[in-house]
């Protein structure tokens, strides 16, 4: 069983910067891949960045490529998401996820599907105002 909680979320001007923080309880943390999605009010929720167990590989929405940074610090139980260059169409309610390893370590591992994640946090907000 993973737990996550999310933190960082708030308000910010376009073009800013916020690091979004999913601090994870549990011994396995380390062998699970962990996503971020995000929600924004009428839509769907949408993929935006995940990171395989050892944080080797990443994977990006294409329209955050360059804008966000997805980490992990396995010592900390704690994933990260740095995103810069705000914009007010990247306002949502921000969520990790976790995989584990029988998923994510799989060859037929798709990081974009919400399905692929059996644990979810509670979600951040982030607004970004133009």
């Known amino acids: 069983q993973v737990q996550l909680v999310e933190s960082g979320g708030g308000l910010v001007q376009a073009g800013g910067s916020l690091r979004l923080s999913c601090a994870a309880s549990?011994?396995?943390?380390?062998?699970?891949?962990m996503g971020w999605f995000r929600q924004a009010p009428g839509k769907e929720r949408e993929f935006v960045a995940a990171i395989s167990w050892s944080g080797g590989n990443t994977f990006y929405a294409d329209s955050e490529k360059g804008r966000f940074t997805i980490s992990r610090d396995n010592a900390k139980n704690t994933m990260y998401l740095e995103m810069k260059n705000l914009k007010p169409e990247d306002t949502a309610v921000y969520y990790c996820a976790a995989t584990p390893p029988t998923v994510g370590g799989s060859n037929y591992y798709q990081p974009a599907l919400a399905d692929e994640y059996d644990y979810w946090g509670q979600g951040t907000q982030v607004t970004v105002s133009s």
């Open positions: 549990g011994r396995t943390f380390s062998s699970y891949a």
